[in-house]
C-alpha cells in the first residue's frame, strides 16, 4: 500500500493558494470501528467545479453529508468563506448560501414540481403562522413572487412541462434536475452535488453539465461533485481531488489524475485509460 | 377521491345518520326526544372534532405519532375545572386554584356567566402548550415509533398525578360541580341547545385558523416534514422548530377541547381519561376520516361517535338477550369493522388529503391553467 508514503509528500493544492469558499481541516468521522474519514484536509477554490472522486467507501459522501450539515464531524473544522460552519444545521448553512443534493434524489414526492421549487423558496413570511393568520396580503405577495422565481427556473431547467406533475412521478434524471432547480431558488453561492450522473440518461446528463457549466462561469456559483462517472468529471471538473480510505490522496487537474500512477493503480484501476 | 371511496363516504355518511335519527324515533315515536338525543351527542362530537383537529394538525399534517393525546385533553379538563370552579373546602375536596369566584367578582357586566370560562379555555390551552414543549423538546428527535411509546408513557404519567395528589387535583375521587358557561343567562331546559352553539363556534374558530394555517406557507413545510425530514432541511427548513410548533399547536388545540369536554360532563376524574376512551377513539376517527383533511376529520368524528352512541339506543329494544349483553362488546367491534372496511377501501379516509396546500399557490395554479386553457 503506497498510501503513507503519497501522504508524506502531499500534492500542493492551487485552491489553497488561491481564494478558498471552502475548507476541510483535518476532519476525522468514524461509525463503529470504521474511520469513514480519516483526518481529511482540502479547499475548494471559489469559482471553480471541483471534483471529489475515489473508489466505493472512500468516505467521499460521509464528507459531503458532515459539509452540508447533515452528520457531525467527530473532529475537525469546516470553514465557509472563512467562517467555521461545523456542527451548524443544513438549513443554517443554506442561509450562508451553501446547498446540497442528494445521491439518491429526494424530492418530496406528495407535492408538486412546482411545488417542491416553492417549498426551498428563502425567508418565506408565510412561514410563520401568525403571519398567515394576520397578514395574508402580505404572504400571498410574497407567494407570488416565489412562484414567478420558480417557474423561471423551472423553465430554464427544461422542466416547466412537469409543473403540476407530482415529484413521485418523475423518472430519476428529472428528479435530479428538479433537486438542482431546489438548489437554485436561494441563489447559492456553492452547491454539493451528491453523485448528478448516476441513473441519469444521457441527454439530461449533458442538459445537467451544461447548466452547471453556466451557473459557475455566469453567476460565480462553486460546485464540489461527487462522481463516479469520468466523462462528466472530465468535463466539467477542475481541479479533481481524490480520496482513500477517508482521506485526500491527491489532487490536481483530471488529467495530472489520470497519469498519476499511484491513483490509476491503486483506485481508479481500469477506469482511466 | 375516487368514485368508489367517494361513495362509501356518502353510503357510511349517510347510515349513521339513519341511525342517529331512527333508532330514538323508533323507540320513542317522538321527535322531541329525537332532538334531545341529537343535541348533547352533536355537543359531543363537536369537542371530539376539535381533540381531532389538533391530532390532525400533529400527525396529519406534521407526522407526529402522538400516542399520549389522552394526556393534553385531561390537563386541559383538569385547569378548566380548577379554574372556574370555587375554592376547595379542604375537607371533602383538595385542589389547587378554585378561582370561580374571583373571576366572577371580576367588575365586567355579567362577568360570572362567561369570564371564568373564557379564562379557563385560554388557560387550558396554554398548560397544554406549556406541558407540551419541554415534552417535545427531547423526543421530536425520536423516531416515529420511539415518540409513541414516550408519549404513551407521558400520558400515563399525567393521570397517575391526577390519581395520586390528592392536595393537587383532589385525587381519584375527581372534580364534581364544574359549572358551566352562560348557564345563568338560559333557563335549564334550553342550555343544551346553548352548549352545542358554544360548542359549535369553538369549532368554527379552531377549524378557520387551523385552515388557515395549514394552507399556507406554514403549512407547506409542516406537510414536508412529514414526507421526508431530511429533505425538508436540505430545502432549508429547521425542522426540529417546525416540528415542535405543530406538536404545541396541536396539544394547545386538544387543550382547549378538554376544557370544553370538563363543562359539558360537569366533572372530570382519572378513570375517565383512559388511554382507550382519550387516544384510542380520537385516533380512530382521524384515521377513517382522512388524515390530512380538515372535512375528513369532522367526517371521521360525525362517523365513529355516531356509531358509538347509536349502538347504546339499541339497548331500547327488546334483543335477545345475548346480543343485549354484548352491545358494548359489539360496538367496539363494529368500530373495528369501519375502520378495516375504509382502510381496505380507500387507506387515505373516507375524505382524502387535497393536493396542494397553499391556497396562493392553488389559485396561481388553476388561473395558469385557464390562461393556458383559453390559448389553446
Not at chain 1, 174 to 198: G, N, S
Not at chain 2, 104 to 114: C, D, E, R, S, Y
Not at chain 2, 330 to 354: A, H, K, M, Q, S
Request: with cysteine; hydrophobic share 50%; proline share 5%.
Amino acid at each position: 500500500m503506497t498510501t503513507v508514503a503519497i501522504r508524506e509528500q502531499p500534492t500542493p493544492t492551487a485552491a489553497l493558494q488561491r481564494d478558498a469558499i471552502l475548507e476541510v481541516g483535518a476532519v476525522t468521522k468514524a461509525f463503529g470501528g470504521n474511520r469513514a474519514v480519516d483526518d481529511c484536509s482540502f479547499a475548494v477554490g471559489r469559482g471553480t467545479i471541483t471534483g471529489l472522486i475515489g473508489p466505493n467507501g472512500a468516505g467521499k459522501s460521509t464528507l459531503l453529508n458532515i459539509i452540508a450539515g447533515a452528520l457531525r464531524p467527530d473532529t475537525g473544522v469546516i470553514l465557509f468563506d472563512g467562517q467555521a460552519v461545523t456542527g451548524l444545521r443544513p438549513d443554517e448553512l443554506l442561509c450562508r448560501g451553501l446547498a446540497r443534493t442528494f445521491q439518491i434524489p429526494r424530492p418530496i414526492p406528495t407535492m408538486t414540481v412546482l411545488e417542491n421549487l416553492v417549498l426551498a423558496g428563502p425567508d418565506q413570511t408565510g412561514e410563520r403562522i401568525w403571519n398567515a393568520w394576520c397578514r395574508p396580503a402580505q404572504v400571498g405577495r410574497q407567494e407570488d413572487a416565489i412562484v414567478d422565481q420558480a417557474l423561471e427556473i423551472l423553465a430554464y431547467v427544461n422542466l416547466i412541462h412537469l409543473r403540476d406533475a407530482f415529484a413521485a412521478n418523475l423518472s430519476g434524471g428529472q428528479k435530479k434536475l428538479l433537486e438542482f432547480a431546489r438548489t437554485l431558488m436561494i441563489r447559492p453561492r456553492m452547491v454539493l452535488l451528491d453523485e448528478p450522473a448516476a441513473g441519469v440518461n444521457r441527454t439530461l446528463m449533458r442538459q445537467l453539465a451544461e447548466h452547471i457549466e453556466e451557473q459557475c462561469h455566469d453567476h460565480g456559483v462553486t460546485f464540489l461533485i461527487v462522481e463516479h462517472d469520468m466523462d462528466l468529471i472530465a468535463r466539467l471538473c477542475d481541479p479533481v481531488i481524490v480520496m482513500s480510505q477517508g482521506t485526500r490522496l491527491f489532487e490536481g487537474s483530471f488529467d495530472e489524475v489520470r497519469q498519476d500512477p499511484a491513483v490509476l493503480e491503486a483506485y481508479l484501476g481500469g477506469q482511466v485509460k | 377521491m375516487t368514485r368508489r371511496g367517494n361513495l362509501l363516504a356518502i353510503v357510511i355518511v349517510a347510515l349513521i345518520t339513519a341511525f342517529l335519527v331512527g333508532l330514538p324515533l323508533l323507540r320513542t315515536g317522538s321527535i322531541s326526544s329525537v332532538v334531545s338525543f341529537l343535541v348533547p351527542s352533536l355537543a359531543t362530537m363537536a369537542i371530539f372534532a376539535i381533540v381531532c383537529i389538533g391530532l390532525n394538525v400533529q400527525w396529519g399534517y406534521t407526522g407526529i405519532f402522538n400516542f399520549g393525546v389522552v394526556g393534553f385533553f385531561m390537563v386541559g379538563a383538569y385547569t378548566a375545572a380548577i379554574v372556574t370552579k370555587s375554592p376547595a373546602d379542604g375537607q371533602f375536596a383538595t385542589y389547587i386554584g378554585g378561582l370561580g369566584d374571583a373571576l366572577a367578582a371580576v367588575p365586567l357586566p355579567g362577568a360570572g356567566a362567561w369570564l371564568p370560562f373564557l379564562v379557563a379555555i385560554i388557560a387550558a390551552a396554554a398548560l397544554s402548550a406549556a406541558l407540551a414543549l419541554p415534552l417535545a423538546w427531547p423526543i421530536v428527535r425520536l423516531r416515529e415509533d420511539y415518540l409513541a411509546i414516550a408519549l404513551i408513557g407521558a400520558a400515563e404519567v399525567l393521570r397517575r398525578i391526577a390519581t395520586e395528589e390528592r392536595w393537587l387535583v383532589n385525587g381519584s375521587r375527581g372534580l364534581g360541580g364544574i359549572p358551566r358557561p352562560l348557564a345563568g343567562w338560559v333557563n335549564a331546559d334550553a342550555y343544551n341547545y346553548v352548549f352545542l352553539l358554544i360548542v359549535v363556534v369553538l369549532l368554527l374558530l379552531v377549524y378557520v385558523l387551523v385552515d388557515r394555517g395549514i394552507r399556507s406557507p406554514w403549512g407547506r413545510v409542516l406537510r414536508a416534514i412529514r414526507e421526508d425530514e431530511d429533505a425538508t432541511a436540505a430545502a432549508g427548513k429547521d425542522v426540529v422548530a417546525f416540528k415542535l410548533q405543530g406538536f404545541v399547536l396541536g396539544a394547545a388545540i386538544m387543550g382547549a377541547a378538554g376544557a370544553l369536554f370538563a363543562f359539558q360532563q360537569g366533572a372530570v376524574s382519572p378513570e375517565t381519561f383512559t388511554h382507550f376512551f382519550g387516544t384510542f377513539i380520537f385516533w380512530a376517527m382521524l384515521i377513517a376520516g382522512g388524515s390530512g383533511n380538515m372535512v375528513g376529520t369532522i367526517v371521521g368524528v360525525y362517523v365513529i361517535w355516531g356509531l358509538w352512541s347509536t349502538t347504546l339506543q339499541l339497548q331500547g329494544f327488546d334483543l335477545p338477550a345475548f346480543v343485549e349483553g354484548r352491545i358494548p362488546h359489539l360496538r367496539d367491534t363494529l368500530v373495528g369493522v369501519i375502520i378495516v372496511v375504509v382502510l381496505l377501501v380507500n387507506p387515505r379516509g373516507l375524505v382524502p388529503e387535497r393536493a396542494r396546500v397553499s391556497r396562493w399557490l392553488d389559485r396561481r395554479v388553476a388561473a395558469m391553467r385557464r390562461s393556458e386553457a383559453a390559448g389553446d
